[in-house]
């Protein structure tokens, strides 16, 4: 049991991708590749739960391979328990999946082998336990991931998407590797015991801090370094993007929550400060972001911007807690965004496992031309508005649990020491309410348009359901929610062993309280009931609805002759995504992406249709991405010239390299 | 006794140096290549010293190696090949020999400032031996850079490979495998750059390199 069956399964995982290589031409080889990554993922899943659970007890492992002096150290403990959870949950939803829509894959053999190697990546990395094999699982993840990301390279704008996420990958790996050099000081103790051990200096702190926040969250897509994610996770394969975007965020929050938590030992509150006001400027500028896309796939990437911001606000302000000396306060925030983290998996994965049932059906990603699924793939369209709900944060899904925990720890920031501190924790309190209100908007944006109303193209109409695997998953994912959402103290205690060796506290135990209320702090306080929510809303639901049918479907009624453009037969009167999202465009678009409406109305007479063109500017793109990129580009014609110089030249280059190295030694010293 | 033994070795190593610099200011291939046999001549010395001294037999080994290849089989190949291809007057510098002796002369400094602060801890004579090495190494590669004829370039890169063997007998606990590795490479190196020289000849009718920058089409 223990790290060491992590260990096996992970091994399986890239033995299974060998095998995949010559299974991918067979005619069942995709079936036999999902299975086999489904059942290893089940029984990781069971491991990693029984380790979380306390009925193993944390073990490590080492591996003879690596650097020579090193090995490579593994290590199950409850932090890589929880995420291994989080991991092999969403490898398994996602290989059941594509049990059924792997059939639709045009090209088998570009995703099999990736699709188990990028598992079998993310488990080693939450499972590393030292810097070394972390970095190079690491990379791994990312290289898989990259390949899965250029499966379909031929479509357009795949192979932009795959250049841009291998510079941003490659960029945070060079961020991580740093940070790692600095923990790892100059005596190179790579493992993470040692590094523990350490007490790197302030300025050292502060260095890593920063390079941690720019190599994970490069990865989880923080802004302003999320501008690969929306190309990159939209790109692959739909049971791949559920993946990436539901668990390898994830696994870069672990490589975050890792390093400044356990690694880093005490940094100061302003650290606390800087991760809580980025991550309140990522949740709104990704669910801003989210509303303003018309693309299915993409508008679910962004919204995981968004969920990466929320998780990154509970961080902060256990991070500001903790340096305040306020445990207590530090393990709710710490537990929120650790139970956000569990969330946004199971419901990123739900929806957009869904958006691949959409895709498979209707071929279409742009909801301008879905439209009406609901009554061709109503299973599909059950589970997607689950999810929905749940990524809105409404009650009694999960969403809601995780925002309420955050907002419970924004609540008791007042008790901060520092004015700046206590200021921004209300600012970012105003924002997340904001991003929270804009996230049920662009929610009911992508169901509405997508699945109510009338098709807007042939495809949609012609959509026929998903076969039962696919719709199976989703509904099982959509229970997961429910579940998570009902019974939310079972999980607040399976974190509570996570948050001790963290933080140095836990909540108190919430499967003691009556009625499986939850009670984060005191009961004078605040307590939550999601089963007696969900009982609530069930019942008079089910009371409307039925008091509806009954009283007022059957009564005759007399209705205007003109009932909101509806009679018009033409399925172009409905709203559009465009024109759903336009009072927000231009409260907040206006001024975020310099949204510019243009309208061309012909002449009178002229045929012609008239137009509204709609342009926004990405400004992580226009005033981060693009300067340095052209930087780069100057920089790289300059260099160019070194390309063609003469043998001696390039011996003198060499003479006055090592003269000037010699020089610095002599003054330096 | 010992005052003896340090001033010898002293001598053996600044004897290289000044070779060195011997080899910087040569303007006929001839006695370029007669300078660096007595560059290699007293490298052996220098080591057959050091193995006395330091009663490290396999250390004579190094020597006869330095004095079996350096000393006389590859100035003598190099003679050879010279006589062959027929350009016993060709040395063209770069810069200006007293400009060239100058730069020589700083890097020594240099090295001496670098070497004698690095090596504070060790034993006096490794000091001065390290030191002395590491100007012969950046004088060999100073020759490297300023010459335009392949030939003069080898007689570089050869007296910098005797500035690596002098450091590395002077540093005790050198194996000798290590050793004889190394001079074996520099065999290799020294037959694959001759048949290269020959090739280059061949085509281009000299073995001044400039011909192959024009060939290649690059700026200068």
């Known amino acids: 049991m223990g790290v060491v069956l992590g260990l096996y399964c992970s091994g399986t995982l890239l033995l299974a991708a060998i095998a995949a290589v010559p299974l991918g031409r067979a005619r069942l080889g995709s079936i036999a590749v999902y299975a086999a990554c489904l059942a290893v993922s089940l029984v990781a899943l069971i491991n990693a739960l029984a380790a979380l659970l306390g009925l193993a007890p944390a073990s490590d492992a080492v591996l003879p391979i690596g650097l020579p002096w090193l090995g490579a150290h593994f290590r199950l403990d409850p932090l890589a328990a929880f995420f291994l959870i989080v991991v092999d949950l969403g490898g398994a939803a996602a290989s059941l999946f594509a049990l059924g829509y792997g059939r639709h894959e045009p090209a088998p053999r570009r995703v099999l082998p990736f699709y188990a190697a990028f598992l079998a990546g993310m488990n080693l990395t939450v499972l590393a336990d030292d810097a070394f094999s972390f970095l190079l699982s690491w990379e791994f993840m990312s290289l898989t991931s990259w390949a899965l990301v250029m499966a379909h390279h031929r479509e357009r704008d795949n192979a932009r998407a795959g250049y841009v996420y291998l510079v941003m990958a490659s960029f945070g790996t060079l961020a991580l590797l740093l940070a790692f050099g600095l923990l790892a000081g100059p005596a190179g103790a790579y493992g993470f015991d040692a590094i523990r051990a350490a007490h790197p200096g302030e300025t050292a702190v502060a260095l890593v801090l920063i390079l941690a926040l720019l190599g994970a969250g490069s990865k989880a897509g923080l802004v302003p370094l999320h501008v690969w994610l929306p190309l990159a996770h939209p790109a692959a394969p739909s049971h791949v993007s559920a993946l990436m975007s539901g668990v390898m965020t994830k696994v870069a929050i672990y490589g975050f929550v890792r390093i400044a938590f356990d690694l880093l030992g005490a940094p100061g509150w302003w650290a606390g400060m800087t991760v809580l006001v980025l991550g309140g400027i990522t949740a709104v500028m990704g669910v801003l972001y989210a509303l303003m896309e018309h693309d299915l796939k993409r508008l679910l990437a962004y919204h995981t911007v968004e969920n990466i911001g929320i998780i990154f606000i509970g961080l902060g302000l256990s991070l500001a807690f903790r340096a305040d000396g306020m445990i207590l306060a530090a393990a709710l925030a710490l537990t929120a965004a650790l139970f956000h983290v569990l969330n946004h998996s199971l419901f990123k994965s739900l929806l957009f496992l869904g958006s691949g049932a959409v895709l498979a059906a209707t071929g279409e990603r742009n909801m301008d031309r879905l439209g009406g699924l609901i009554r061709r793939m109503p299973r599909t369209a059950f589970a997607f508005l689950i999810g929905c709900v749940a990524i809105s944060a409404l009650p009694p899904l999960n969403g809601f649990v995780s925002e309420w925990l955050t907002f419970q720890a924004i609540l008791l920031s007042p008790d901060l020491a520092q004015w700046g501190l206590r200021i921004a924790s209300v600012s970012v309190g105003a924002l997340l309410a904001l991003s929270a209100a804009l996230a049920a908007a662009c929610f009911v944006k992508a169901y509405g348009i997508s699945f109510l109303g009338r098709p807007r193209s042939e495809s949609a109409a012609r959509a026929r359901e998903v076969d039962a695997w696919s719709t199976g998953t989703m509904i099982l994912l959509a229970a997961l929610c429910l579940l998570a959402g009902i019974l939310p103290g079972f999980v607040i205690d399976a974190l509570a062993p996570l948050a001790r060796p963290l933080v140095g506290a836990n909540l108190p135990a919430q499967s003691a309280m009556s009625w499986l209320t939850i009670v984060p702090i005191a009961a004078s306080r605040s307590s939550y009931n999601g089963l007696l929510v969900f009982l609530f809303i069930a019942s008079s639901g089910g009371l409307a609805a039925f008091a509806i049918h009954r009283l007022a479907s059957r009564t005759l009624r007399r209705a205007p002759p003109w009932d909101c453009g509806f009679p018009e037969p033409s399925p172009f009167a409905q709203y559009s995504s465009v024109s759903f999202a336009q009072p927000i465009r231009r409260v907040f678009g206006s001024v975020v992406f310099r949204a510019r409406e243009a309208v061309t109305m012909p002449a009178p007479g002229d045929a012609r249709p008239a137009l509204l063109a709609v342009t926004l500017r990405d400004p992580a793109w226009d005033a981060i991405v693009a300067p340095v990129a052209r930087a780069v580009g100057f920089a790289a014609e300059r260099m160019n010239y070194l390309q063609f110089l003469t043998i001696r030249r390039y011996l003198s280059l060499v003479f006055a390299a090592l003269v000037a190295i010699l020089l610095i030694l002599a003054i330096w010293q | ?220």
């Open chain 2, 1 to 220: 006794m010992d005052n003896l033994v340090f001033d010898t070795a002293h001598l053996l190593a600044g004897g290289l140096v000044l070779m060195s610099f011997v080899l910087l200011y040569q303007d006929r291939l001839y006695a370029l290549l007669n300078i660096f046999a007595l560059h290699a001549a007293i490298l052996t010395l220098a080591v057959a010293w050091q193995a006395w001294f330091q009663h490290e037999p396999h250390l004579f080994v190094t020597a006869a190696i330095a004095l079996g290849f350096k000393a006389i089989a590859i100035p003598l190949a190099l003679r050879r090949i010279v006589a062959r291809l027929g350009i016993h007057r060709e040395v063209e510098t770069v810069i200006g020999i007293g400009s060239t002796m100058l730069a020589g002369m700083a890097l020594v400094a240099l090295s001496m400032v670098v070497m004698l602060r690095v090596t504070a801890g060790a034993a006096p004579i490794a000091r001065e031996d390290l030191a002395f090495a590491l100007a012969v190494v950046l004088l060999g590669l100073l020759m490297m850079v300023t010459r335009r004829n392949a030939v003069s370039q080898i007689v570089g890169f050869m007296s910098m490979e005797n500035g690596l063997v002098l450091a590395a007998t002077g540093a005790k606990g050198m194996p000798l495998v290590v050793e004889i590795s190394v001079a074996f490479s520099i065999l290799i190196a020294f037959i694959v750059i001759g048949v290269f020289l020959f090739r280059i000849r061949e085509r281009f009718d000299t073995v001044d390199i400039r011909a192959l920058d024009r060939f290649r089409g690059e700026r200068r």
